[in-house]
């Protein structure tokens, strides 16, 4: 891997996830053992994918996420704020008054639930109850 240009942009942890998946298969396909740093890499590489493999990002894509940034773009959040957003996933507003800088002066309450619910509803996948699981 290469940085050509390091202030291009900010990546979400989705972005992450999916280059990592992708070092993971172009790694298996190449021939030999990894030695000393390719196996620091590789080490690195599975500890990160795992870890982000047991949050949120796993059950994104770039659908949702678009189509969370479109539906966020009413309450002029920055750039980071966004980010935040779509990494953390914040349902509640305590959780939301930790991403979002001054949120009491820039947001009514009702705007800050409908942020709430356009998280819940793009980014989080609903968690199947015991009492929807069908009757065996």
Known sequence: MEVINKNVALLSNYEVYEKLLEHQEHMK????????????????VYQTANYLSSTPCKGQNPK??????TA?????????????LI???????????????????RFKDQEIDEMCEII??????????????PAQ
């Open 29 to 44: 396909k190449k021939k030999g053992p990894a030695l000393g740093k390719a196996q620091n890499l590789a080490t690195v």
């Open 64 to 69: 949702c996420i678009g189509e969370v940034l």
């Open 120 to 133: 819940r509803t793009h980014l989080l996948k609903p968690k199947p109850d015991d009492n929807d699981a």
């Open 72 to 84: 966020l773009k009413k309450y002029n959040l920055t750039k980071a704020e966004k980010l935040q």
């Open 87 to 105: 990494n953390l996933t914040p349902c509640t507003p305590v959780e939301m008054q930790l991403v979002i800088e001054e949120m009491d002066e």
